[in-house]
């Protein structure tokens, strides 16, 4: 179930829809009309969504088995593979 976020839409509002709350409801639920303190009316205000998801392995083994290349710095402009294919050594030309 979704949390939805509720702003005052008509003045000041009460200390809870005046800063806005949070309900969780149904996705298909009617969405509220009224603050369920003060009973001013109220809508619905877009926010950012919390999305989970599993992180990928930064694994040497896993980042040359997924084609990638990884450089490890070794001084100023000088890169050293760690895995993957490709140069061993990347540096600045002088």
């Known amino acids: 179930m979704p949390i939805y976020v509720y702003q005052c839409s008509d003045g000041p509002g009460c200390s809870l829809c005046g800063v806005g709350f949070e309900k969780l409801q149904k996705l298909n639920s009617e969405p509220l009309k009224c603050c369920p303190r003060c009973n001013r009316g109220v809508q619905k205000v877009i926010g950012a ?3 989970s998801a599993a992180t990928p392995s930064l694994k040497e083994k896993d980042i040359e ?4 290349t990884q450089y490890r710095k070794l001084e100023k402009g000088v890169y050293e593979k760690t895995a993957g294919k490709g140069p061993d050594i990347i540096g600045d030309k002088d």
């Not at 088995?65 to 990638?68: E, L």
């Open 49 to 51: 969504p919390n999305i």
């Open 65 to 68: 088995k997924k084609g990638f």
